[in-house]
Nanobody, 116 residues
Framework: VQLQASGGGLVQAGGSLRLSCATPGMTFSFYDMSWYRQAPGKERELVASISRGGRTNYTDSVNGRFIISRENAESTVYLQINSLKPEDTAIYYC???????????WGQGTLVTVSS
């Protein structure tokens, strides 16, 4: 299984981006999906998650600015990121989690750079 993240780029503070993560070859609707990020010199952190049933959760620092969504028909998870701040600069990774057996799959990451 190969997750394909895209949509990153260079944006000014206050701007927006929409990240996408395609999941070809995966039974997408069976998986809980998440976005993580890793800033330079920092640990990877969970940013947002969406369950198979559509329940969402966000880390406090992005709550109200980021929106995670999924489109099962397209086997794709999205992350709409608004009101970007320089501290949002990171590589953003998508993750697919299958509850039975605890399987996890990762995308290659997409870089978001926010200039002040």
């Amino acid at each position: 299984v190969q997750l394909q993240a895209s949509g990153g780029g260079l944006v000014q503070a206050g701007g927006s981006l929409r990240l996408s993560c395609a999941t070809p070859g995966m039974t997408f609707s069976f998986y809980d999906m998440s976005w993580y990020r890793q800033a330079p010199g920092k640990e990877r952190e969970l940013v947002a998650s969406i369950s198979r049933g559509g329940r969402t959760n966000y880390t406090d620092s992005v709550n109200g600015r980021f929106i995670i969504s999924r489109e099962n028909a397209e086997s794709t998870v999205y992350l709409q990121i608004n009101s970007l701040k320089p501290e949002d600069t990171a590589i953003y990774y998508c993750n697919a989690h299958f509850r039975v057996g605890g399987l996890n799959y990762w995308g290659q990451g997409t870089l978001v750079t926010v200039s002040s």
